[in-house]
């Protein structure tokens, strides 16, 4: 793959250059979205209702961010796993209640033999 109009961008380092802008977006949303629809996006755990107590803030928090880091990026094309798919749902939702353009969205199985190094 020609690599020459393709660019990789570390989240962590993009969030540090204007983290006020990150972190008002992601509270935007937060408000925006209900306890609920936030729990939809989490992992196995937490889903039913009984283990509600059982997830961290942290967890639950999380799917606000990834959502988040979508526009934030300014992403043309969001690649996630087929089990972030309800974020990648849950982003266009936001995009919807906001007024934002819509993320093109491509979900996939885990990539095989990707590793760092």
Same mark, same amino acid.
């Given at each position: 793959?020609?690599?020459?109009?393709?660019?990789?961008?570390?989240?962590?380092?993009?969030?540090?250059?204007?983290?006020?802008?990150?972190?008002?977006?992601? *509270?935007?949303?937060?408000?925006?979205?209900? +306890?609920?629809?936030? /729990?939809?996006?989490?992992?196995?755990?937490? @889903? $039913?209702?009984?283990?509600?107590?059982?997830?961290?803030?942290?967890?639950?928090?999380?799917?606000? *961010?990834?959502?988040?880091?979508?526009?934030? +990026?300014?992403?043309? /094309?969001?690649?996630?796993?087929?089990?972030? @798919? $309800?974020?990648?749902?849950?982003?266009?939702?936001?995009?919807?209640?906001?007024?934002?353009?819509?993320?093109?969205?491509?979900?996939?199985?885990?990539?095989?033999?990707?590793?760092?190094?």
């Amino acid at each position: 793959m020609d690599l020459k109009n393709v660019k990789f961008l570390w989240c962590s380092d993009e969030i540090n250059k204007n983290p006020d802008k990150y972190w008002s977006m992601v *509270m935007d949303m937060a408000q925006r979205s209900t +306890l609920n629809r936030v /729990i939809k996006c989490c992992t196995a755990m937490g @889903r $039913k209702e009984e283990e509600r107590e059982k997830l961290q803030a942290s967890q639950i928090f999380y799917p606000c *961010m990834q959502a988040t880091d979508i526009f934030y +990026l300014g992403a043309d /094309i969001c690649q996630l796993g087929l089990d972030q @798919r $309800k974020v990648n749902t849950f982003a266009i939702e936001y995009a919807m209640k906001v007024g934002l353009p819509k993320p093109v969205v491509i979900s996939h199985h885990m990539m095989y033999g990707l590793k760092e190094g």
